[in-house]
């Protein structure tokens, strides 16, 4: 009996090893960018006016992706960040009104399988997405502010193709996501922040989902690779719309994206590495 438990337990170290030298032959690098957009805004939000207002907005997003510590060869992990400053003017130039919002998001994705040796990659997943921020009309007096919040779970799907130009490598991706159920923050049609402040809290949460509260992101991009750096040009277009008490706000963002990613490892010393497949989130 003892004989069997010792034979049990060597066999299971060296699973365990063998295990571990098979993560160990896997590396996982980070492809990280940041991004600067500018572009024209569309806002309505009847809280504050029932007008129209247009102009120009700018942001500033930050992106990670890496495969993912279990199953690497199907599932992809992907953060985004993004703040967001804009200022419109209703038709007749007499009113400004500015707009903030801090976007965090994070998405796991399944890669889909096409074929090892296509060019075309594409995947497909969910994302946890939350939004913070507000719109100030200037000529309101009473009540010059609208506060948006959100919380919410959608889905999201990416496609990629890598070529080249010039001599050198160039990565194409097409990426959309949209929300599908969720929360957001609207008050009551008349409603003061005033009155929430004094205590009237009720009926401020609302369930988002697409027939209330409905976001389409849109993002073309091409990587072009300098040295170990890529050079990133791109269009972002994004339809927002809310529906809740009465309250109405629709977004409509059409943007240029210039920015710089890179591909980098974390490696250890201790480990061997020269064997080791290299596997790529993106390139």
């Known amino acids: 009996m003892k004989n069997r438990l ?3 337990l060597i066999s299971a170290i060296i699973a365990l090893n063998g295990s571990a030298q098979e993560a160990d032959s896997v590396l996982r690098p980070v492809v990280s960018g940041w991004m600067a957009e500018v572009g024209t805004s569309h806002l309505r939000d009847t809280y504050l006016t029932p007008v129209a207002y247009s102009g120009w907005h700018a942001a500033i ?5 890496q495969v993912s510590k279990f ?5 992809t992990m992907q953060v985004r960040a993004a703040v967001n400053l804009g ?6 130039k007499t ?3 500015w707009h903030f919002n801090f976007r965090p998001e994070w998405a796991l994705m399944r890669r889909l399988d096409i074929g090892a040796l296509s060019p075309l990659k594409l995947a497909v997943g969910s994302m946890v997405s939350g939004n913070v921020g507000g719109l100030y009309l200037l000529r309101n007096s009473n009540n010059p502010v609208s506060v948006q919040a959100s919380a919410t779970v ?13 001599n050198r490598q160039i990565t194409l991706r097409y990426q959309v996501d949209m929300p599908l159920v969720g929360a957001f923050f609207a008050p009551d049609y008349d409603q003061l922040y005033y009155e929430i402040y004094l205590g009237n809290h009720s009926g401020l949460c609302h369930v988002a989902w697409p027939g209330n509260f409905f976001r389409l992101n849109n993002m073309v991009t091409a990587d072009w690779r300098f040295g170990s750096n890529y050079l990133r040009l791109g269009y972002r277009l994004e339809v927002f719309s809310s529906k809740a008490s009465g309250i109405v706000s629709r977004r409509v963002e059409h943007s240029f994206v210039i920015g710089f990613t890179t591909e980098w490892l974390s490696l250890s ?3 061997p590495q020269s064997d080791a497949e290299i596997l790529s989130p993106l390139y």
């Open 71 to 75: 199953d690497k060869n199907r599932w």
């Open 154 to 166: 959608g889905a999201t799907a990416m496609a990629w193709y890598n070529t080249r130009l010039a």
């Open 6 to 8: 010792i034979i049990l």
């Open 95 to 97: 009113a400004t009104m």
């Open 87 to 92: 200022s419109t003017e209703n038709e007749g």
């Open 269 to 271: 010393s201790r480990k």
């Open 61 to 65: 997003d930050y992106e990670r992706l």
